[in-house]
């Protein structure tokens, strides 16, 4: 598109020197993929939002408009609001508080020790980022089994079914264990990035461990912090995982947004309630990165 | 205030490296005492050491005649400016010389007072609501020593203190230092590479290499009389002349290439005959004479350096370069012949055996120099 725009600016001398018919020709594929697989689809589902569209039926075939019913339903449908609910928690437990807290303790506990240790743990949390959803779900729903689970056995608590009695509990967990990689190695280049000599200075000064994060290493990092926080929240909130755990049960317990579509959509065929669905949602993503934005914003300025 | 004393301190890394080696020195209260050496000679580990942010392996450490070798950096009473001043950059000046207040929880008036008293006395009263990254190398440098002055500790320790200013500022603050650290009259221990800086800011000096002093001094003490080669090669902004030179007959004069040159003052009756030594010579006190004279080298003039007011002439003689210092106006032409001759009073003589200083009294020490603390000046033998 920069391309585009700079033949347009000035015809006979693009930067590349291509012309304008050349550079629109190397351009167009790109934009064919763009438009086929990215506008296209979020134009639709803007359209499918306001019908009454269906997977099966008299509406799959002669769907009709109406309106912005779809958006109303949800805002009042308690189904969607314990979803949303549910949601900011999965967010605020698994990323917020899990993710962040454990994955800067992680970084923060490596600076110190032997490199061998420092790589079999990184190694080991790397792990549990690289894999892939299912895999990594068949073994947390084998670890958290009623009968034979290693949790089970580990606690010494043969029979409880832990996906039932504390569904958002395990995904939250589960969540935790998943993404705190990410945090990790993001928080160890920022440790990284703080001057041992101001370490030093505090520590001169007679500063305990816990006033040189607060007048150091937090300064130092505090944007690595918010930037953190926004990614590792967009993720989780749109994460679709915990659907391969506990499929959103039991009875709507553990029904992230993500999975209410799904369900909404796909499992009860309600593609226009469920499109709606997804542009609140995709609203909902924008302000928490506007929130996050002009945080770092503030920080800067 | 404080005096410092190590006793066999040692500082061994988990991989066998041992960066400060058995070390016995005592820094005397009030002292300016310099630590001199090339990278990754110890210096800067001792110096580490002292503050605590290092743990020594063995020996023990007092301040002040309380033993620290294990407390904590917090506990020693010490201040540190580093080389990249460690300045807070998040913090206003005024903060960042507080800091140390606010860590001992000095109220909050209080520190403000104190910090704008010492800010005030560095010149920096225009500068207090500022940032560090608004400041300038030399402002950023007085805001580190206005924070470890503040809180009045016992001992300063300045790590490079003056690497990363620019050359006629480092000038600058060379004199603002030495002047600053003697109104305050607190020990202070300050690391360099630069000899330069050494001999011009320091009481006393010690010089290192591989993790072991090699010579203790005052800066008069180390420059006339090095004693070894290593400290003689170290010492001096233009390098010692060490020529080769065999003793003749008696043990009464050096012999060079066919030349024979009276030997040094110093090393008179120290000499057997047919030893093989270096005679050492500071271009400083080697003259340079166009005609020919009893005892000295001929050669010729191959390059000439203009040092201002002085300049630099390299004489070569067979296979050795001789560097002498003239007095501007009364250089040789290059290419013209010369006869270079070192300074009988000044000059010194090397063992090649052990590369030690051959002396006539070794406990007679400041024989060139003017030193009046003579006993204090350890010559350390090199292993």
Redesign the interface.
């Known amino acids: 598109m920069a391309a585009q725009a700079t033949s347009a600016a000035a015809p006979e001398t693009d930067a590349a020197g291509l012309g304008k018919a050349r550079a629109t020709a190397f351009v167009t594929p790109a934009l064919l993929l763009v438009g086929a697989f990215l506008v296209f689809p979020a134009l639709w589902t803007l359209y499918l939002g306001i019908t009454d569209y269906r997977l099966t039926g008299i509406a799959a075939a002669d769907p009709q408009i109406v309106g912005l019913q779809n958006y109303t339903d949800a805002l009042t449908d308690p189904q969607f609001r314990n979803a949303l609910a549910l949601t900011l928690l999965f967010v605020l437990g698994s990323a917020i508080v899990g993710q962040t807290v454990l994955g800067f303790s992680i970084a923060w506990s490596m600076r110190a020790v032997p490199k061998t240790v420092k790589t079999v743990v990184e190694s080991l949390v790397l792990l549990a980022w690289i894999l892939p959803s299912s895999i990594v779900a068949f073994l947390w729903i084998a670890y958290l089994n009623r009968d034979n689970g290693t949790l089970n056995s580990v606690l010494g608590t043969s029979g409880f079914d832990w996906l039932l009695g504390h569904p958002m509990l395990s995904i939250i967990v589960f969540n935790t264990w998943r993404g705190t990689a990410f945090s990790m190695l993001l928080f160890s280049a920022a440790l990284n990035a703080v001057?041992p000599?101001?370490l030093?200075?505090?520590?001169?000064?007679?500063?305990d461990t816990f006033?040189q994060f607060r007048?150091?290493v937090f300064?130092h990092i505090r944007g690595h912090v918010l930037t953190n926080t926004l990614l590792i929240s967009l993720w989780t909130f749109n994460d679709f995982s915990p659907y391969l755990l506990t499929a959103g049960g039991p009875n709507h317990a553990s029904e992230t947004l993500p999975v209410y579509i799904y369900n909404s959509a796909l499992y009860s065929g309600e593609l226009g309630y469920g499109s709606a669905i997804s542009l609140i949602m995709l609203l909902i993503n924008l302000l928490i990165a506007v929130f996050y934005l002009r945080l770092l914003k503030d920080r800067r300025s | 205030m404080a005096s410092i004393e190590m006793r066999g301190l040692t500082k061994a890394y988990a991989g066998g490296v041992v960066a400060v080696n058995s070390l016995d020195l005592t820094i005397a209260d009030g002292e300016f005492f310099a630590l001199l050496g090339p990278s990754g000679c110890g210096k800067t580990t001792l110096l580490r050491t002292i503050a605590g942010l290092e743990q020594a392996t063995e020996g023990s450490l007092l301040l002040n005649g309380r033993d620290v070798t294990t407390a904590p950096p917090g506990k020693r009473d010490v201040a540190m400016v580093f080389q990249d001043y460690a300045l807070f950059p998040h913090m206003n000046v005024n903060e960042n010389i507080a800091y140390p207040l606010r860590i001992q929880k000095v109220p909050s008036a209080e520190r403000r007072a104190k910090a704008e008293e010492t800010g005030a006395g560095l010149g920096l009263s225009e500068l207090m609501e500022r940032r560090p990254g608004q400041l300038s190398g030399g402002q950023q440098q007085r805001v580190a020593l206005a924070r470890a002055i503040a809180y009045r500790p016992q001992v300063f320790l300045f790590d490079e203190p003056l690497s990363n200013l620019d050359a006629r500022l480092r000038l600058e603050a060379r004199t603002f230092l030495k002047r600053l650290q003697k109104d305050l009259g607190v020990t202070t221990v300050f690391v360099t590479h630069d000899q330069a800086e050494a001999l011009a800011m320091a009481d006393r000096m010690a010089v290192m290499e591989s993790g072991h002093i090699r010579q203790i001094g005052t800066p008069s003490e180390v420059f006339h009389r090095p004693v070894n080669v290593f400290v003689a090669n170290f010492i001096g902004s233009t390098p010692m002349n060490l020529i080769p030179a065999r003793v003749g007959p008696a043990g009464e004069s050096l012999v060079v290439a066919s030349t024979s040159l009276p030997v040094p003052t110093s090393a008179v009756g120290q000499l057997a005959e047919d030893e093989d030594v270096l005679l050492g010579s500071r271009p400083e006190y080697t003259d340079v004479s166009c005609s020919e004279g009893p005892g000295a080298l001929r050669g010729t003039v191959a390059v000439l350096e203009n040092l201002g007011a002085t300049a630099l002439v390299s004489v070569e003689t067979g296979d050795l370069s001789v560097q002498a210092v003239v007095p501007e106006g009364e250089e040789p032409a290059i290419g013209a012949e010369a006869w270079v001759l070192p300074q009988r009073q000044r000059a010194l003589v090397y063992r090649v055996t052990d590369g030690l200083l051959v002396s006539r009294a070794p406990d007679e020490s400041a024989g060139a120099g003017a030193a009046p603390d003579a006993g204090s000046a350890t010559e350390v033998a090199s292993a």
């Open positions: 001057p000599s101001q030093e200075t505090a520590r001169l000064a007679g500063a006033a007048d150091v300064p």
